[in-house]
């Protein structure tokens, strides 16, 4: 089994930046790819941005694109995501993602985002 921990949530203002970190722990070889996915209130989950395990692919939603950036060290088994230029449409709480090679999927916890002035 995977264990996930999030962390890097928090408020900012308009235009400001936050990172998100997602440390994964267990079958860490039964993972595929990583990704983040968010849901803001009274608004269905949505995809934002995943990686695959080299780290040679990446994957983002339009919305994202150009904003937020996802990577990852092997190393530490973390997934983070880089985003900038924020805007309060980006309010919502983020979930950190496992994608196993099996085909099942893992969800973190879940780190809230804030956007306000």
């Known amino acids: 089994q995977v264990q996930l921990v999030e962390s890097g949530g928090g408020s900012v203002q308009p235009g400001g930046s936050l990172r998100l970190s997602c440390v994964a722990s267990g079958t860490i070889g039964s993972i595929l790819s990583m990704g983040w996915s968010r849901q803001a209130p009274g608004k269905e989950r949505e995809f934002v941005a995943a990686i695959n395990w080299s780290g040679s692919s990446t994957n983002y939603a339009t919305s994202v694109k150009g904003r937020f950036t996802i990577s990852r060290d092997n190393a530490k088994n973390t997934v983070y995501l880089q985003m900038n230029s924020l805007k309060p449409e980006d309010t919502a709480v983020y979930y950190c993602?496992?994608?196993?090679?099996?085909?099942?999927?893992?969800w973190g916890k879940g780190t809230l985002v804030t956007i306000s002035s």
């Open positions: 993602i496992v994608y196993l090679r099996s085909g099942n999927s893992i």
